[in-house]
């Protein structure tokens, strides 16, 4: 599918920005109020960290299970207390501006869910500079490949991201799965406070490692290639999103959570009782 061009009268809001102002503004920690910057991006893998000990240490579990032939082709896998493969499988896609972060400080949700009877699997994929974009797509089209094929008697496979990873799990909604000799049985996506249009990303210094050119950057931007994609334009800044994509005719829903930002909505899947926690669950589970 063609990405869609706006007419040359058109112009975005990030278009009429300097370039501090668009640093800024594709800068989320400068966002947040509640500590500088650096402290919040900090606090956040430290989290994520002890997070990922705390599940590996007590769900049932197997680790650095290989999902392809390349180095960075793994995915840690948890388990709910329940022997089966009739499971619903949840897929985590961290954030980290594609050249950040892995599985190893991401488990933020894997206790609640495997309470709740979810199999959760957080995937690696090779950031950048080892990994450039259209590598990392093709990586996390592969990992939904080999958890079906894997489990075939899965009771639906949820993808989510958060930030880059909310990107990477948009883009399976481009994926040819004829190529991948299987079509997942995809049940929803959760898109957790994402970028959908990646133009703007060439012109900020997140593009220093990940060396995107424009064409790059529009054949990646599932904003401008769905049919789906808002005709309005979104502030660069905006509010912590929580898009629910259901398979049901993939209806789409939005959730704004007052209170958040965008570290602090994944920190929070911890625990059982917070607002996107139970998104999740009742999507997974309409019936509860």
């Not at 109020?33 to 240490?57: D, L, S």
């Not at 093709?138 to 939904?144: K, P």
């Not at 049901?248 to 607002?275: N, Q, Y």
Request: overall charge negative; charged content about 20%.
């Amino acid at each position: 599918m063609e990405a869609r061009q706006a007419g040359p009268e058109a112009r975005a809001p990030w278009q009429e920005m300097s370039a501090e102002e668009l640093e800024k503004q594709y800068s989320p920690s400068r966002w947040v109020i509640r500590m500088e910057p650096e402290e919040v991006v900090r606090t956040f893998w430290e989290k994520g960290i002890e997070a990922t000990k705390n599940a590996r240490a007590s769900r049932r579990c197997q680790l650095h299970v290989p999902y392809g032939d390349g180095q960075g082709d793994r995915m840690d896998i948890y388990f709910p207390d329940t022997e089966s493969e009739a499971l619903p499988f949840f897929l985590f896609f961290h954030g980290g501006y594609w050249q950040s972060g892995s599985k190893s400080q991401s488990a933020f949700m894997v206790n609640p869910l495997t309470a709740q009877g979810v199999a959760v699997a957080i995937v690696d994929y090779d950031v950048a500079p080892k990994g450039t974009l259209d590598q990392m797509v093709d990586q996390v089209a592969r990992s939904v490949v080999f958890v079906q094929k894997r489990y075939p008697r899965n009771q639906g496979i949820y993808l989510c991201g958060h930030s880059a990873g909310a990107h990477l799990a948009s883009m399976m909604l481009l994926a040819s799965w004829t190529e991948h000799g299987v079509v997942p049985n995809l049940r929803g996506l959760f898109l957790v406070s994402g970028l959908y249009d990646l133009e703007p990303i060439v012109s900020t210094s997140n593009n220093t490692l990940l060396l995107l050119t424009l064409e790059d950057a529009l054949r990646n931007s599932p904003q401008r290639r769905l049919d789906v994609a808002p005709a309005q334009h979104v502030a660069p800044a905006c509010p912590v999103l929580v898009m629910t994509l259901c398979h049901r005719g993939w209806e789409a829903t939005f959730e704004k959570l007052p209170g958040m930002d965008h570290f602090s909505i994944i920190e929070d899947l911890t625990k059982r009782d917070c607002v996107a926690t139970q998104i999740i669950v009742k999507t997974i589970f309409p019936r509860l």
